[in-house]
């Protein structure tokens, strides 16, 4: 499959957007991790901004940074919305709540525990109704989303906005599933070249098992191994090299995927 990529959005600790983080990523500057800073759309009404959750700020934030740089229109774009885990403070909460005698369970926390919440305040603060798919594939949540955002493409001959996000649980839920840090990123999608595309991507799967590409920065690579929707990296540092290795992403058990890019100027 081939998409061309338009746009990136980037959120995650020490990484405060993609052309701030470009230089790191292409490796001439050294990593240093730092709190991931996110905060609610102010697209979202009032009330929807109160109510979003960490899931939600990385969505909107990652996700508008990269509609933004391919010049797209978010109210028509259809979306995939990628994560490992969904929106970990609130099964927290949630099963907290459970636990009591009580057993009473907010109904904001209740709304929020579905797997397609971002995706449900993104077309109330985009007022989009493009088709959007959300789904999980535990460590391989972003090479799951990619493969379904590029089949769109290819399929439907449309751009497509991929969206990927994971945050850490909190104890004791996170010993259980470990998610080093919170992290979010976006892809703009498109089957044909435009005036501002970054790259072109070769997508083929692979039935077999490959090492996947890793990142020289051993913070990076930390980075990379500790948060699922962080598998993207090697993606990320490939589009900003001329040329650049074929990056390889662990997929399902015994598979994986490999992209050749190719940069657009």
């Not at 980037?10 to 790191?24: C, D, E, K, M």
């Not at 001329?242 to 990056?247: A, G, L, T």
Request: contains cysteine; proline residues 8%.
């Amino acid at each position: 499959m081939r998409a061309f990529v338009e746009g990136i959005g980037l959120v995650g600790p020490g990484l405060n957007g993609w052309q701030a983080s470009r230089a790191l990523l292409a490796g001439g500057q050294a990593y240093r991790p730092a709190p991931t800073s996110v905060s609610a759309s102010t697209l979202l009404p009032a009330a929807e901004r109160r109510r979003a959750g960490v899931p939600v700020k990385l969505a909107l934030a990652a996700g508008l940074e990269a509609i933004e740089a391919a010049r797209r229109d978010a109210a028509s774009l259809a979306t995939v919305f990628a994560s490992s885990s969904g929106d970990c403070d609130n099964v927290h909460a949630m099963c907290e709540s459970l636990a009591t005698p009580e057993r009473q369970v907010s109904p904001t926390r209740f709304h929020n525990s579905v797997h397609n919440a971002a995706a449900g305040y993104w077309s109330i603060a985009t007022q989009c109704r493009a088709p959007s798919t959300s789904l999980c594939c535990h460590d391989s949540s972003f090479a799951a989303g990619l493969l379904d955002a590029a089949s769109q493409v290819a399929v439907d001959g449309n751009p497509v906005a991929l969206i990927v996000y994971d945050h850490p649980y909190p104890a004791p839920l996170g010993t259980a599933r470990p998610i080093g840090a919170t992290f979010g990123a976006a892809l703009v999608l498109a089957p044909q070249a435009s005036a501002g595309a970054i790259a072109l991507l070769d997508i083929e799967f692979e039935p077999q098992q490959a090492r996947a590409t890793r990142m020289d920065d051993p913070g990076l690579e930390a980075l990379r191994i500790g948060v699922p929707a962080a598998r993207c990296l090697p993606l990320l540092a490939a589009l900003t090299r001329r040329p650049s290795e074929p990056v390889i992403l662990e997929y399902v058990t015994g598979t994986h995927l490999r992209m050749a890019v190719t940069p657009c100027d």
